[in-house]
């Protein structure tokens, strides 16, 4: 999808100051909303707060060796990169994409019919 299509919000100007937990998430707030950020293979992927099954917060899972967040409550998998349910109970992650460049670490939001107005 298009750059143009999304706001980009800044949540950082460098990714080494996020509050980065053990287990390599961390929770930012982005356009009013609770974020989890996560760090697989040196790049930043950005998912929902809540597990859309029982409202598991995300940040407190974990990422297993497939790329997958697993959530604390139940170990509902989740495709990092695009919110896909892996561990096959049909729910769906919302996912954001993340740029990085020497201005910060954004998170975009689709934009939506109104915005353009």
């Keep these: 999808m298009e750059e143009a299509a999304f706001s980009w919000i800044k949540v950082a100007d460098y990714a080494s100051e996020l509050q980065w937990q ?3 998430m961390c929770v930012v707030e982005a356009d009013g909303k609770k974020i989890t950020l996560a760090l697989k293979d040196q790049v930043i992927f950005a998912f929902a ?9 995300m940040a407190n899972g974990f990422i297993d060796g497939l790329g997958n967040v697993v959530c604390p409550l139940h170990r509902y998998r989740f495709s990092i990169q695009n919110g896909r349910n892996t561990s096959g ?4 992650l919302k996912t954001y994409p993340v740029k990085e460049n020497e201005n910060g670490v954004f998170v975009g939001f689709k934009k939506s019919f109104f915005s353009n107005f």
Aim: charged share 25%; hydrophobic share 20%; aromatic share 12%.
């Design 22 to 24: 053990e287990n390599r």
């Design 49 to 57: 707060h809540k597990c859309p099954h029982a409202s598991g917060i």
């Design 89 to 92: 109970e049909g729910y769906f």
